[in-house]
Nanobody
C-alpha cells in the first residue's frame, strides 16, 4: 500500500520561507524520480521542481533561484525549501513519485502567501 504524505504548508508573508516535506511509504524509494507540483485556483496543475534518483534537479523558471528540491533516501523523504515567497506562489502543493509508467500522488498541502 503506497502513500505519499505532505507536510509543512501554511500561511506566510511575502518574502518569507517555508519547507515542505513528503514522506513515502510502501515503495522502495531510491529508484523513483520525485517532484513537486502546484495548482492555484482556476489554473492547471504545473511542475515546480523535480529530482531524479541520481540527484539531477529541474525547476520551473518561475521558482528558479528561490526554491530548492532535495531528497533523503534513508528517510524516504523529499523536501522543497521555498525562499523569497511571492503571493503568486499561493497554491496547493502536491508530491509526485514516478518510476517508468508507475506514478503516485500525495493529497496536497496548502501554501498561502500574503502581501
Amino acid at each position: 500500500q503506497v502513500q505519499l504524505v505532505e507536510s509543512g504548508g501554511g500561511l506566510v508573508q511575502a518574502g518569507g520561507s517555508l519547507r515542505l516535506s513528503c514522506k513515502a511509504s510502501g515503495i522502495i524509494f531510491s529508484p523513483y524520480t520525485m517532484a513537486w507540483y502546484r495548482q492555484a485556483p482556476g489554473k492547471q496543475r504545473e511542475l515546480v521542481a523535480a529530482i531524479t534518483s541520481g540527484g539531477t534537479t529541474n525547476y520551473a523558471d518561475s521558482v528558479k533561484g528561490r526554491f530548492t528540491i532535495s531528497r533523503d533516501n534513508a528517510k524516504n523523504t523529499v523536501y522543497l525549501q521555498m525562499n523569497s515567497l511571492k503571493p503568486e506562489d499561493t497554491a496547493v502543493y502536491y508530491c509526485n513519485s514516478k518510476l517508468r509508467n508507475v506514478v503516485y500522488w500525495g493529497q496536497g498541502t496548502q501554501v498561502t502567501v500574503s502581501s
